[in-house]
């Protein structure tokens, strides 16, 4: 992580109780010595709110902020989105498996905020495209779609997760072995699609805009649609027998379909590093997400622009070090309800009921 200068101050009081955590405004603290690290940088300036007692340091502004391998964020980052699994990073870098997964959900938190943070708050000014890229969690008995909104730019406006029923065709014994799990652990809402892309769509597209959607012909879009009574949404449909070529209108979401595929070991066919948790595959959707929009080209072989350069969000391309340049709080910017609770590692898995682990650390949020 870059190294706070000489002339580095705290922009604002961490402490999201205190007045000056949201409006920093005449906010005064003042210097309280150093402490030592064993790991760079060594020595840490301190400080004190005037305004709260809280003690911080420099540190506490750092994506790094209380991680025993600070310097494990960036190189993650890349295996992330390069397909590998977390125990084949754990070997490279000698690490316990938990440490590698307890930091890619601090980078999935990181990157849930920075793509909220980026994100036009306006009407989306181009065509968006909806889909439902379809995977798993736990086991092949509990299915999810993750519904993605797409920008003709291949901008990654959103997503989020709607749990489904195991369908298709099923042998006799998968079909008493579905029945005794969905009775011991219940069935999905029969209307999660519905209400997921609801609240993406209402999520994205702000009351009074109006838009162009285009999707396959799913049956619960058009009712997510007409709930969004105040949204002029024109809705278009595509077969999604229709041939995947760029000149199909979909092409975007077939593409970040495609994408998401090949950059994460969790969603490959037949793979042993499925996600175990929807959550999980949430917060390494969000990491895969900020890097389709702020890093990679949209077109490999031309070595353009990344989609939010081409859409004038950012001024240029940006690093992984940028990405990680400084931390961000989830009290100073407006989240979504289904936004917090992805954040705090709320979205529950099924199978495992009251075993879900949640974010609840009170100063390494
Ligand atoms: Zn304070």
Redesign the pocket.
Known sequence: MPRPCRSWTPPF?P?PR????GAPGT?RWKRKGFYERLRGPRRVQRYV?R????NFSSQTFSTGYWLKHPRLLAPLFHRLVGCSALRQIAREFGLAHSSVQRQCERLGRHCLLRLEALRPQGAPTEPLVLDGFRTFEHSQYWPFDLNLLVGASHYVYGFNDAELRRSGTLRPAQRTRRAELEAAHGRPHPEATRRAVEELVGRVVPPGAAVEIQSDEHGAYPQAFARLADRRIQHRTTSSKASRTPRNPLFPANLADLLLRHASANHKRETIAFSKRRQGALYRTAIWAVWRNTLKSRSENRRDDPPAVALGLLPKRLGVREVLAERLFPWRQPLSPWVERCYFGRIPTRRLGERCRQHTLRYAV
């Open positions: 009081c402490n205190c007045d000056s955590h906010w709110c305004c709260c007692r809280r």
